[in-house]
């Protein structure tokens, strides 16, 4: 009964590859968000969708591309990985957002690029 | 942008109530005050929030001062198991209403 799903939970790959990381939630919310925790465990968001619309975009280089094929999804693709990008990734979703909006995390997906 | 100051660590005895401590001396009158916990290698946990009023709820209470300038994240009898990461996080409107984490409040329940 996840609410907030991931997979995988751990990824391990070479810089340049291309990567995906999958994110469903069973909540019935209308926005979903991807957050990414360095190493030194600051927690910053990178997008954040609204009923399959990208409504932030913070500044992430564009080798990220968020994709939403439908509410309950949100799924994040890497390309040409590089050595910077090795992190834990946390999806995110909420109702809808607003000044009194509860977002709910999943448990994260470790990417170590080697 | 966290808006907000809290300690980097904080000791409490198992059993006995954690008083955690966050500062928003800038917080407008709209924003709201919340507090997540992130227990290592998993997903930052949702605990509780607030606007002006005290709130309490099954894990924690939350005190706000009048002037809503600070607030107090109570847990009433902390176990191991509360030993986590604490953020407290204000909501700005500013910021397209995200939430923005700080470096939040190492705590550790001491058995």
């Known amino acids: 009964d996840t609410a907030v799903s991931q997979t995988p939970k751990y990824l391990v790959t070479q810089m340049g590859n291309d990567k995906s990381i999958k994110c469903e939630q069973n909540l019935g919310h209308d926005t979903m968000y991807w957050y990414k925790q360095d190493s030194k465990k600051f927690l910053k968001i990178m997008f954040s969708y609204n009923n399959k619309e990208l409504i932030i975009n913070e500044t992430v280089p564009n080798r990220f591309s968020p994709k939403s094929p439908d509410k309950a999804h949100l799924n994040l693709h890497i390309n040409s990985l590089e050595l910077g990008d090795s992190a834990v990734y946390f999806c995110?979703?909420?109702?809808?957002?607003?000044?009194?909006?509860?977002?709910?995390f999943g448990p994260g997906t470790r990417l170590l690029v080697l | 942008d966290a808006k907000t100051t809290q300690p980097p660590s904080m000791d409490c005895a198992e059993g006995r109530a954690a008083n955690l401590p966050c500062n928003h001396s800038t917080i407008s009158g709209n924003e709201y005050v919340y507090w997540y916990r992130q227990i290592h290698s998993q997903g930052p946990q949702y605990i509780i929030h607030g606007l002006k009023n005290n709130e309490t709820n099954e894990m924690a209470s939350l005190i706000i001062t009048e002037d809503r300038k600070s607030s107090t994240l109570i847990l009433p009898h902390a176990t191991l198991r509360d030993t986590a990461v604490y953020y407290c996080?204000?909501?700005?409107?500013?910021?397209?209403?995200?939430?923005?984490f700080g470096t939040g409040t190492s705590l550790t329940v001491i058995p």
């Open positions: 995110a979703s909420s109702q809808a957002p607003g000044r009194e909006e509860t977002q709910y």
């Open positions: 996080i204000v909501r700005s409107s500013n910021t397209g209403n995200q939430f923005y």
